[in-house]
């Protein structure tokens, strides 16, 4: 069921008080156009987004769009005009190494300071020519209920697992703050248009503040090469299920062509969010993982992300850093320092880490006097009374210890809250014999990996330290097993940091580990984040991107849903609706008809509890099995007695039961079993390993028919049922080995049935036997739903290019549900296939009595 947020997006964007804010200005010029592609999404000729127009561009473009810009603004004291430099520390800035040189990089985000709006279009024309940055300005009040409002308040607790259980622990979600979140997140597509060439740029979108960004984007061009990076954590299903905005956040990252993550864990649960609440399944294709979504592959991409080492070691070699680790080294003589870098949060376990540190110094009395913290707390991002609870919690812990463990001449614990510039970080970085981080929760974290590049040092560094360049360089490092970086560590000693005794213990032993140890551990490190800097993680997302967009233009797009809930479906060139207009014409001039349908899916809903066929299904398969120009087979997996009950009003309908085992031309005929695979001793083998996994998996169940077993799973946990199928296949398929039976999996079913037997084969058996007695077809038409009935399409495709036949008959091989299939046609759903068979009963002679009110209203629509 739809969620309330607003699931038409054109009243979100086009109501409200948030939107009446001064526009952003569109004076910035359009570096590629193409005509019928930048359009407002509110507008009515909104273009369908499946242009084959393509243009020329010199220079390969990425287009980097975060919340906020990599730059620094101030105004000129002099003048009052805005001063813009780069922000050398910004990721976003640093991942420009991975891509090559001629690679024209544009930006396109927030700037950190408010701008009037009468110097929002001269300071938006100096940023485009002058860094190649494009602004959204954000009025304050958007501003604020975006970023602040919905990013802080919600989205930032939930995706580090705070729940809202009580208004004292959390903010309760707010619509009027996901409007915002909307709202803003189109602003950003409207800006991302304006400058993009949609047929060779590539988008990168990054974190959390703009994830439905890809829905917009999408919409305005179906074929936008887009990538998206996640920062955060993304929380387990159990967590994010309770957002509100659940289903439209999902399936606006799935309108990305590449997802990334800093770890497995973080893919992980995003994968079973999208099995638990949208129903898709994943698979790895050669090492890739891949959903499937409406005839589109979404890949996911687990990588952390780097540092940039030449920003470290330049720092490093400053003069100032030389100076200030002096000084540090002359504060500390004789102790041992662990250094700690945070920002002031919730989530990253400051206090716990002091606690543990108090632990330390109780339990080992022979540390008091020479084991010192030197936590840097960076400024808070967020506002709150979580943060401001944490601080001061923070400075009671820290005073606590000074004033049981400290002296006049030594403070255990050295709390730095201020910003402290670069070199002075490394200067501490250098000096520490361990570093501790104790995150509750964190996306990934890159203190531990500056650590170790500090730690290894620089040649100028160590000439002016006078310590010879190959002196043996150590590193410890305490992390916690819930920040990203933990797994890229594995020299690390890993910690729960809710365990106090258990981080104290890791301290202890990182202080009293030998040097050789110690040095090993480094060099382990060192090899692995100088390897994977920010460039490597950047190059290696862009290739994946690439690769993940090649097939963009080999297959036809349509654009379908309101709102948050659109979506692409990309299917073959040749792929398209069966116009009933056509096939009426087709039947109308043809003599020697064969229909197959399928039944569950296709005649019958899968959403319906009752499985008996309405009466106005029996009406219409009596009228076209009727006709003494027609052969109508009812194909499917169900047992044959099932049909025969369903269908026995149905005098001359033809049934093939349980994929074509059993098959009857009509009520009055004998069934006739199949004799590919007459031995169906390998039931008494596969019936006990099933029974084995029902038992095992609660919501499962076995289907015995007389030629096959199938394991049901659909009522099964999604993600434990998944599971088990994949390892039900594996054991059947190994105990099965040598019988004449083939184990298959389908959608919340494993089968196992007898070799050689297929939907296909009931095809060929109804063709040949036309053929042979004189009255080839000049008509097939095939519909169905599912993976077996592929094998009826194919069949049909290759029994009907027998160059014996007198002519090429008309072919209408059809699918239900727009989804990439052999067949050549699709309808929508079980409602149009009906209306497609009552045409054709219309048509058919003798026209039943039944059918005649019905030939007027049909006849009269063509």
């Known amino acids: 069921m739809a969620s309330r947020s607003y699931a038409n997006l054109f009243d979100l964007v086009s109501g409200g008080d948030l939107l009446d804010i001064p526009g952003t200005p569109r004076a910035l010029p359009r570096i590629m156009t193409v005509p019928g592609i930048i359009s407002d999404l509110d507008s009515c000729g909104a273009n369908d987004g499946d242009s084959d127009v393509s243009s020329s561009g010199c220079r390969e473009r990425k287009i980097i769009v975060a919340n906020m810009l990599p730059l620094h603004a101030k105004r000129d004291a002099e003048n009052s005009k805005w001063c813009f430099s780069w922000d050398e520390d910004s990721i976003l800035l640093q991942l420009k190494d991975g891509f090559s040189s001629d690679t024209e990089v544009i930006y396109v985000g927030s700037l950190k300071v408010d701008i009037d709006a009468s110097e929002q279009e001269e300071v938006a024309q100096r940023l485009l020519d002058d860094f190649n940055c494009v602004p959204t300005f954000l009025s304050h009040d958007l501003q604020k209920k975006f970023y602040l409002g919905f990013c802080k308040q919600q989205l930032w607790p939930l995706f580090h697992y705070m729940l809202p259980v009580c208004p004292d622990h959390g903010d309760r979600f707010d619509r009027i703050l996901w409007q915002a979140y909307v709202c803003a997140n189109k602003i950003f597509a409207d800006k991302v248009m304006e400058i993009i060439n949609p047929d060779d740029d590539f988008v990168w979108v990054h974190d959390y503040h703009l ?38 956040i999902l399936r606006g990252l799935l309108n990305a062509d590449l997802i990334g993550f800093h770890t497995f864990d973080y893919a992980r649960h995003f994968l079973s969010c999208c099995s638990r609440m949208l129903g898709l399944d994943y698979e790895s294709k050669r090492g890739h993982i891949g959903l499937d979504y409406f005839g589109r592959t979404i890949f996911i991409k687990i990588l952390p992300v780097g540092i940039h080492m030449g920003r470290l070691e330049s720092v490093l070699n400053l003069p100032s850093t030389s100076a200030k680790l002096k000084e540090i080294q002359e504060e500390f003589e004789g102790k041992k320092v662990i250094v700690g870098v945070d920002d002031m949060d919730i989530f990253k376990g400051i206090s716990l880490k002091l606690l543990a540190v108090e632990h330390l110094l109780q339990e080992n009395p022979d540390m008091q006097g020479k084991v010192v913290l030197v936590q840097i707390v960076n400024p808070a991002r967020g506002l709150g009374k979580d943060v401001q609870e944490a601080k001061k919690e923070t400075y009671l812990i820290a005073q606590r210890i000074n004033d049981t463990y400290g002296s006049e001449e030594y403070q255990p614990v050295k709390l730095i809250d201020r910003h402290v510039p670069r070199f002075e970080k490394s200067a501490y970085y250098a000096v520490a014999e361990c570093c501790i981080v104790n995150a509750v929760r964190d996306g990934m974290n890159l203190v531990p990996y500056k650590y170790l590049v500090c730690r290894q040092q620089t040649a100028k560094l160590d000439e002016a330290l006078g310590r010879k360049v190959d002196s043996p ?236 077993l199938v394991w049901h799973h659909q009522d099964a946990d999604p993600d434990f049922g998944s599971c088990q199928a994949k390892e039900l296949l594996d054991h059947l398929e190994s105990v099965l080995a040598n019988e004449p039976a083939v184990v298959t999996r389908g959608q919340h079913i494993v089968e196992v049935k007898p070799q050689g037997i297929s939907k296909g084969l009931v095809a060929e058996k109804v063709i040949s036997t036309m053929f042979n007695g004189g009255n080839p077809p000049d008509f097939v038409m095939c519909i169905g739903d599912d993976r077996s009935d592929e094998d009826m399409f194919e069949s049909i495709l290759r029994s009907v290019s027998c160059p014996s036949l007198p002519a090429a008959p008309e072919i209408f091989a059809c699918t239900v549900g727009r989804k990439p299939s052999k067949a050549k046609y699709f309808l929508d759903d079980t409602l149009d296939v009906v209306k497609l068979l009552q045409g054709l009963a219309s048509s058919s002679n003798p026209k039943p009595r039944h059918l005649a009110q019905f030939q007027v209203s049909f006849e009269s629509t063509i």
């Open 211 to 248: 994830m439905v960004l890809p829905t917009f984007l999408r919409k305005r061009y179906n074929r936008v090469k887009l990538g998206f990076f996640l920062h955060s954590p993304f929380p387990s299903s159990e967590i994010y299920r309770t957002l509100p905005v659940r289903d439209e």
């Open 473 to 708: 360089r150590t590193s410890m490092l305490v992390v916690s097993e819930f920040i990203g970086c933990s797994p890229s560590l594995s020299g690390a000693i890993r910690v729960n940091p809710w365990d106090i005794d258990a981080v104290a213990d890791a301290l202890s032993l990182a202080l009293t580990m030998n040097d050789s140890e110690k040095q090993l551990r480094h060099e382990k490190h060192y090899r692995y984040v100088s390897s994977h800097d920010v460039a490597y993680w950047a190059r290696s997302f862009m290739q994946d991107l690439e690769r993940a967009c090649k097939d963009h233009y080999t297959k036809r797009c349509w654009g379908i849903g309101l709102g948050l809930g659109f979506r692409v479906v990309s299917l073959s060139p040749g792929f398209r609706k069966l116009s009933i207009d056509h096939v009426v014409s087709a039947y109308k001039r043809t003599n020697r008809r064969a229909i197959f349908l399928d039944y569950d899916g296709t005649v019958v809903p899968h959403s319906s509890i009752n499985k008996v066929p309405s009466p106005e299904v029996i009406s219409v398969l009596n009228a076209l099995s009727s006709d003494p120009k027609n052969i109508v087979f009812i194909v499917s997996g169900r047992g044959r007695d099932s049909l025969s009950d369903w269908f026995s009003s149905c005098q001359l309908l033809g049934l093939a039961a349980e994929h074509g085992y059993f098959l009857r031309w009509n009520r009055d005929s004998e069934w006739e079993c199949s004799h590919l695979s007459a031995d169906l001793d390998w039931k008494n083998i596969a019936e006990p390993v099933m029974q084995l996994y029902t038992e095992a998996t609660d919501g499962s169940s076995i289907e015995i028919k007389e030629s096959a």
